[in-house]
């Protein structure tokens, strides 16, 4: 009987239910897949807290790793014993299998664990968009990350390190700003203690950076627009503090003509060809070994509120991901 993780009504991790699920035949264009390694993402407390609306009950998760066991009518690109990774699904990555569309899936290569397919599927994606298509960034540029000891924060900081891209790491210790910098980040700024615009402006003699890329959201919107340079981009690519505020855009005018988005990876990955491209680079440099993927916390699936406890209170440093005993 397969297991996993479902909630029916929204709040604190507690609302989470380790429970048996029914899991049938794949219908047309769909597939099974044993899981083998399950993605811990903190877009997932978005969902159980209810910021990201979704019809109940529902699964939780949307990223894991594993093997093909079945295949639909009409599935031709997967066939069973295929090594497979995805992000972006609909909610259900948290269990041991599930039927899913099998559109949503990308073939792993052999050279990628699935414990390290499932901590960097979305990361590596994500920071796969924000360095090659948000931003024409050039080589000697210097920009700024939050979060920079997270689980995107360190892939995005060895992948800019690889173009030649500066990038100065906003963390809350010193101990996850000497992990940052081990990772590519030319300076840091210990935000607890230090003003990160202040100091933006120290480290760029005056100017600022060109692009901001934030994704704590409500309590970093000021100090990612006070250090951007004149037509500077602050790329809002996440709200873990909260939803980020009103936009004034008078505000943007005086400080520079500055520009504000707020991407998400799905329309940046909804196209199979630019996901097929932009997978390919992020599996290239992690098999190649020029990028490391750190998994610093590791649960059991049943140990989910556990987890996003942790997750929420800013102890994780890096990726995190469920294991299951029936890893392949």
């Keep these: 009987m397969a297991k996993g993780i479902r909630f029916y009504q929204t709040g604190a991790p507690e609302v989470m239910k380790w429970e048996?699920?029914?899991v049938g035949a794949p219908g047309a264009g769909e597939v099974r897949v044993r899981h083998a390694a399950v993605g811990l993402n903190f877009a997932d407390t978005?969902?159980?807290?209810?910021?990201?609306?979704?019809?109940?009950?529902?699964?939780?998760?949307?990223?894991?790793?594993?093997?093909?066991?079945?295949?639909?009518t009409g599935v031709t690109a997967f066939v069973p014993g295929d090594r497979v990774?995805?992000?972006?699904?609909?909610?259900?990555?948290?269990?041991?299998?599930?039927?899913?569309?099998?559109?949503?899936?990308?073939?792993?290569?052999e050279t990628i664990p699935f414990d390290t397919a499932a901590a960097m599927t979305m990361r590596g994606l994500t920071s796969a968009y924000l360095l090659r298509r948000i931003a024409p960034l050039q080589e000697g540029d210097t920009v700024l990350l939050h979060a920079a000891a997270g689980g995107v924060g360190l892939?995005?900081?060895?992948w800019a390190r690889l173009l030649g891209i500066k990038v100065i790491g906003t963390v809350s210790t010193d101990s996850k700003a000497a992990v940052a910098r081990a990772h590519g980040c030319e300076?840091?700024?210990?935000?607890?203690?230090?003003?990160?615009?202040?100091?933006?402006?120290?480290?760029?003699?005056?100017?600022?950076?060109?692009?901001?890329?934030?994704?704590?959201g409500k309590t970093t919107y000021q100090s990612s627009i006070d250090s951007l340079a004149r037509r500077g981009l602050l790329v809002c690519f996440g709200t873990a503090s909260g939803p980020i505020p009103p936009i004034n855009a008078m505000e943007l005018a005086v400080k520079g003509?500055?520009?504000?988005?707020?991407?998400?990876?799905?329309?940046?990955?909804?196209?199979?060809?630019?996901?097929?491209?932009?997978?390919?680079?992020?599996?290239?440099?992690?098999?190649?070994?020029?990028?490391?993927?750190?998994?610093?916390?590791?649960?059991?699936?049943?140990?989910?509120?556990?987890?996003?406890?942790?997750?929420?209170?800013?102890?994780?440093?890096?990726?995190?991901v469920f294991e299951l005993e029936s890893a392949a």
């Design 155 to 158: 892939i995005f900081a060895q």
């Design 20 to 22: 048996s699920l029914q």
């Design 85 to 109: 990774t995805y992000t972006g699904s609909p909610l259900g990555a948290y269990s041991t299998e599930r039927t899913m569309p099998a559109d949503h899936l990308i073939k792993l290569p």
């Design 187 to 216: 300076h840091t700024i210990v935000y607890t203690r230090e003003d990160v615009a202040t100091r933006v402006r120290e480290l760029t003699d005056g100017a600022g950076v060109p692009v901001v890329y934030d994704s704590i």
């Design 257 to 320: 003509s500055l520009f504000v988005t707020r991407p998400a990876l799905a329309d940046y990955i909804a196209d199979p060809a630019e996901r097929a491209a932009l997978a390919g680079e992020v599996f290239g440099h992690v098999g190649a070994g020029r990028i490391h993927v750190e998994i610093n916390q590791r649960y059991a699936l049943e140990d989910a509120v556990r987890a996003h406890r942790d997750l929420e209170s800013g102890r994780s440093v890096g990726s995190s």
């Design 46 to 72: 978005y969902f159980r807290s209810g910021l990201y609306p979704t019809a109940l009950p529902a699964g939780m998760g949307v990223e894991a790793a594993g093997i093909v066991e079945a295949v639909g």
